[in-house]
Protein backbone atom coordinates (compact mmCIF):
# COMPACT_ATOMS: atom_id res chain seq x y z
CA UNK A 1 0.00 0.00 0.00
CA UNK A 2 1.86 2.91 -1.16
CA UNK A 3 -0.27 5.56 -0.32
CA UNK A 4 0.74 8.78 -1.47
CA UNK A 5 3.85 9.34 -3.15
CA UNK A 6 6.12 12.13 -4.37
CA UNK A 7 8.45 13.04 -6.94
CA UNK A 8 11.42 14.63 -6.98
CA UNK A 9 12.11 14.18 -3.28
CA UNK A 10 14.94 16.61 -3.91
CA UNK A 11 15.47 19.44 -7.19
CA UNK A 12 17.77 22.09 -7.89
CA UNK A 13 17.21 24.04 -10.57
CA UNK A 14 17.90 27.44 -12.15
CA UNK A 15 15.78 30.56 -12.06
CA UNK A 16 13.54 30.33 -16.25
CA UNK A 17 13.44 26.52 -16.17
CA UNK A 18 10.30 24.55 -15.70
CA UNK A 19 9.95 21.97 -13.38
CA UNK A 20 7.32 19.81 -12.77
CA UNK A 21 6.54 18.10 -9.12
CA UNK A 22 4.47 14.71 -9.22
CA UNK A 23 2.29 13.49 -6.77
CA UNK A 24 0.22 9.78 -7.11
CA UNK A 25 -2.06 8.44 -4.48
CA UNK A 26 -3.81 5.00 -4.34
CA UNK A 27 -6.78 5.56 -2.50
CA UNK A 28 -8.75 6.67 -4.78
CA UNK A 29 -9.28 9.96 -2.95
CA UNK A 30 -11.68 12.81 -4.76
CA UNK A 31 -9.81 15.27 -2.79
CA UNK A 32 -6.23 16.37 -3.62
CA UNK A 33 -3.65 19.50 -2.60
CA UNK A 34 -0.49 21.00 -3.09
CA UNK A 35 0.55 23.14 -0.30
CA UNK A 36 4.12 25.21 0.11
CA UNK A 37 5.82 25.37 3.24
CA UNK A 38 8.24 28.21 4.66
CA UNK A 39 9.64 28.84 7.45
CA UNK A 40 7.50 31.61 9.39
CA UNK A 41 4.64 30.93 7.05
CA UNK A 42 3.51 27.73 7.72
CA UNK A 43 1.80 25.54 5.02
CA UNK A 44 0.14 27.52 2.20
CA UNK A 45 -2.14 25.96 -0.21
CA UNK A 46 -1.22 26.53 -3.91
CA UNK A 47 -4.00 24.66 -6.01
CA UNK A 48 -6.52 21.89 -4.91
CA UNK A 49 -8.80 19.59 -7.30
CA UNK A 50 -12.25 18.00 -6.26
CA UNK A 51 -12.14 15.61 -8.84
CA UNK A 52 -10.48 14.84 -12.42
CA UNK A 53 -10.92 17.89 -14.40
CA UNK A 54 -11.43 20.15 -11.58
CA UNK A 55 -8.81 22.31 -10.36
CA UNK A 56 -8.85 25.39 -8.10
CA UNK A 57 -6.83 28.04 -7.00
CA UNK A 58 -5.85 28.58 -2.86
CA UNK A 59 -3.63 31.14 -1.71
CA UNK A 60 -0.61 31.38 -3.42
CA UNK A 61 -1.20 30.21 -6.92
CA UNK A 62 0.68 32.96 -9.17
CA UNK A 63 3.48 31.15 -10.84
CA UNK A 64 2.25 27.42 -10.68
CA UNK A 65 0.16 25.36 -13.41
CA UNK A 66 -2.08 21.94 -12.54
CA UNK A 67 -3.85 19.34 -13.76
CA UNK A 68 -5.58 16.68 -13.02
CA UNK A 69 -5.94 13.69 -15.71
CA UNK A 70 -6.63 11.34 -13.95
CA UNK A 71 -8.17 10.86 -10.20
CA UNK A 72 -4.64 9.30 -9.05
CA UNK A 73 -2.31 12.06 -10.16
CA UNK A 74 -2.12 15.31 -9.50
CA UNK A 75 1.52 17.43 -11.32
CA UNK A 76 2.39 20.80 -10.05
CA UNK A 77 4.39 22.86 -12.55
CA UNK A 78 6.23 25.57 -12.13
CA UNK A 79 6.66 27.32 -15.44
CA UNK A 80 9.75 29.73 -15.34
CA UNK A 81 10.75 29.16 -11.75
CA UNK A 82 12.13 32.05 -9.44
CA UNK A 83 13.81 32.21 -6.53
CA UNK A 84 10.53 32.82 -4.32
CA UNK A 85 9.66 29.30 -5.11
CA UNK A 86 12.40 27.66 -3.40
CA UNK A 87 10.56 25.51 -0.83
CA UNK A 88 9.36 22.59 0.14
CA UNK A 89 6.19 21.11 -1.61
CA UNK A 90 3.79 18.50 -0.02
CA UNK A 91 0.85 17.13 -1.81
CA UNK A 92 -1.96 15.90 -0.03
CA UNK A 93 -4.98 14.12 -0.87
CA UNK A 94 -8.86 13.41 1.58
CA UNK A 95 -11.72 11.84 0.83
CA UNK A 96 -13.59 14.47 2.37
CA UNK A 97 -13.93 18.07 1.08
CA UNK A 98 -12.57 19.86 4.22
CA UNK A 99 -13.24 18.35 7.66
CA UNK A 100 -11.50 14.86 6.83
CA UNK A 101 -8.05 13.71 7.66
CA UNK A 102 -5.46 15.15 4.70
CA UNK A 103 -2.94 12.63 3.96
CA UNK A 104 0.78 14.21 2.92
CA UNK A 105 3.30 12.80 0.91
CA UNK A 106 6.50 12.87 1.83
CA UNK A 107 7.35 16.12 0.39
CA UNK A 108 9.72 17.78 -2.37
CA UNK A 109 12.76 20.14 -1.31
CA UNK A 110 13.28 22.44 -4.59
CA UNK A 111 15.81 25.08 -4.63
CA UNK A 112 15.99 27.81 -7.22
CA UNK A 113 19.47 29.09 -8.10
CA UNK B 1 -11.53 34.89 4.30
CA UNK B 2 -10.33 33.19 7.37
CA UNK B 3 -7.28 33.76 10.08
CA UNK B 4 -5.91 31.36 12.00
CA UNK B 5 -3.30 32.53 14.64
CA UNK B 6 -1.14 30.47 16.49
CA UNK B 7 0.81 30.50 19.91
CA UNK B 8 3.46 30.62 20.89
CA UNK B 9 5.67 30.01 17.76
CA UNK B 10 8.25 27.91 19.98
CA UNK B 11 7.60 26.38 23.43
CA UNK B 12 9.87 24.33 25.76
CA UNK B 13 9.15 21.97 28.34
CA UNK B 14 10.97 19.56 30.62
CA UNK B 15 9.96 15.96 30.09
CA UNK B 16 7.19 15.23 32.02
CA UNK B 17 5.64 18.45 32.32
CA UNK B 18 2.56 19.63 30.19
CA UNK B 19 2.21 21.87 27.13
CA UNK B 20 -0.29 23.89 25.69
CA UNK B 21 -0.78 25.64 22.30
CA UNK B 22 -3.44 28.40 21.29
CA UNK B 23 -4.83 29.60 18.27
CA UNK B 24 -7.77 31.70 17.71
CA UNK B 25 -9.68 32.26 14.72
CA UNK B 26 -11.42 34.61 12.96
CA UNK B 27 -14.41 33.05 10.99
CA UNK B 28 -17.26 32.24 13.48
CA UNK B 29 -19.01 30.06 10.89
CA UNK B 30 -15.99 27.69 10.93
CA UNK B 31 -16.75 23.88 12.30
CA UNK B 32 -13.97 21.45 12.07
CA UNK B 33 -10.77 22.18 13.77
CA UNK B 34 -7.92 19.70 12.88
CA UNK B 35 -4.41 19.49 14.52
CA UNK B 36 -1.30 18.22 12.45
CA UNK B 37 2.09 16.86 14.11
CA UNK B 38 5.02 17.38 12.00
CA UNK B 39 8.11 15.53 12.87
CA UNK B 40 11.77 16.51 11.82
CA UNK B 41 12.12 16.19 8.22
CA UNK B 42 8.94 14.30 7.81
CA UNK B 43 5.31 15.06 6.70
CA UNK B 44 2.59 16.28 8.62
CA UNK B 45 -0.01 13.88 10.14
CA UNK B 46 -3.22 14.19 11.67
CA UNK B 47 -2.97 13.61 15.30
CA UNK B 48 -6.96 14.84 16.48
CA UNK B 49 -9.49 16.85 15.74
CA UNK B 50 -12.71 18.42 16.71
CA UNK B 51 -15.86 19.40 15.41
CA UNK B 52 -18.30 22.53 16.86
CA UNK B 53 -20.73 20.93 18.09
CA UNK B 54 -18.24 19.32 20.87
CA UNK B 55 -15.95 21.46 23.54
CA UNK B 56 -13.38 18.99 24.13
CA UNK B 57 -12.06 15.15 22.80
CA UNK B 58 -9.66 13.55 24.81
CA UNK B 59 -7.09 11.05 22.85
CA UNK B 60 -4.56 9.44 25.58
CA UNK B 61 -2.32 12.13 26.68
CA UNK B 62 -3.52 14.57 24.20
CA UNK B 63 -6.99 16.26 23.77
CA UNK B 64 -8.51 19.46 22.53
CA UNK B 65 -10.87 22.28 23.61
CA UNK B 66 -12.80 24.40 22.35
CA UNK B 67 -14.27 27.98 22.90
CA UNK B 68 -16.81 28.72 19.81
CA UNK B 69 -18.08 32.26 21.79
CA UNK B 70 -14.22 33.37 22.38
CA UNK B 71 -13.41 31.70 18.82
CA UNK B 72 -10.21 29.73 20.03
CA UNK B 73 -9.40 26.42 20.57
CA UNK B 74 -6.46 25.10 22.34
CA UNK B 75 -4.14 21.57 21.90
CA UNK B 76 -3.40 20.22 25.44
CA UNK B 77 -0.36 17.49 25.74
CA UNK B 78 0.44 16.30 28.68
CA UNK B 79 3.18 14.13 30.72
CA UNK B 80 5.15 14.95 27.58
CA UNK B 81 7.60 13.10 25.73
CA UNK B 82 10.74 13.19 23.77
CA UNK B 83 8.83 12.22 20.91
CA UNK B 84 6.05 14.68 21.05
CA UNK B 85 8.81 17.19 20.28
CA UNK B 86 8.09 18.28 16.94
CA UNK B 87 6.36 21.47 15.12
CA UNK B 88 2.27 20.88 15.54
CA UNK B 89 -0.21 23.42 13.43
CA UNK B 90 -3.71 23.94 13.99
CA UNK B 91 -6.02 24.66 11.28
CA UNK B 92 -9.81 25.60 10.88
CA UNK B 93 -12.09 25.34 8.46
CA UNK B 94 -16.42 25.87 7.16
CA UNK B 95 -16.98 22.92 5.80
CA UNK B 96 -20.66 23.38 3.92
CA UNK B 97 -20.52 27.50 3.76
CA UNK B 98 -18.91 27.80 0.36
CA UNK B 99 -19.89 25.74 -2.63
CA UNK B 100 -18.10 25.31 -6.32
CA UNK B 101 -14.71 26.91 -7.46
CA UNK B 102 -12.69 28.55 -4.86
CA UNK B 103 -14.86 26.77 -2.01
CA UNK B 104 -11.88 25.48 -0.29
CA UNK B 105 -11.35 26.60 3.47
CA UNK B 106 -8.83 24.83 5.27
CA UNK B 107 -6.76 27.43 6.99
CA UNK B 108 -3.26 26.50 8.86
CA UNK B 109 -1.57 28.42 11.40
CA UNK B 110 1.44 28.64 10.92
CA UNK B 111 3.36 26.51 13.32
CA UNK B 112 4.73 26.05 17.11
CA UNK B 113 8.09 24.15 17.68
CA UNK B 114 7.69 21.96 20.67
CA UNK B 115 11.10 21.19 22.64
CA UNK B 116 10.76 18.60 25.25
CA UNK B 117 13.91 18.39 27.07
CA UNK B 118 14.68 15.49 29.11
Known amino acids: DAGITQSPRYKITETGRQVTLMCHQTWSHSYMFWYRQDLGHGLRLIYY???????DKGEVPDGYVVSRSKTENFPLTLESATRSQTSVYFC????????????FGEGSRLTVL | GENVEQHPSTLSVQEGDSAVIKCTYSDSASNYFPWYKQELGKRPQLIIDIRSNVGEKKDQRIAVTLNKTAKHFSLHITETQPEDSAVYFC?????????????????FGKGTKLSVIP
Open chain 2, 91 to 107: AASNRGRYSGAGSYQLT
Open chain 1, 49 to 55: SAAADIT
Open chain 1, 92 to 103: ASSEFQVDGELF
